[in-house]
């Protein structure tokens, strides 16, 4: 994945953590699963989305088994 912009070492950090919290919470152990739930984090990131709470939410509904039978 190529980024438009430089990522500073602050917001890797912030990344990070959200991606940790949000596999603890959601019980994402194998290395598949943290590799799709970074690659969907950073394309958020990618397009904009930079505030670590809107990036968790968001996170939070793609994780959303009930989502997928609203839809």
């Known amino acids: 994945m190529l980024f ?3 990522v500073r070492p602050d ?3 912030m990344l990070v953590r959200v991606l ?3 596999c603890e919470k959601h019980g994402i152990r194998s290395r598949e699963g943290r590799e799709h739930v970074a690659s969907s984090l950073l394309a958020m990131y990618d397009a904009g989305v930079a505030d ?3 990036l968790a ?3 939070a ?3 959303d088994p009930d989502r997928m ?3």
């Open 20 to 22: 940790n919290q949000h």
């Open 52 to 54: 670590d709470r809107e």
């Open 4 to 6: 438009r912009s430089v």
């Open 11 to 13: 917001q890797i950090t």
């Open 57 to 59: 939410a968001r996170l």
């Open 61 to 63: 509904r793609e994780d």
């Open 69 to 71: 039978a609203a839809e």
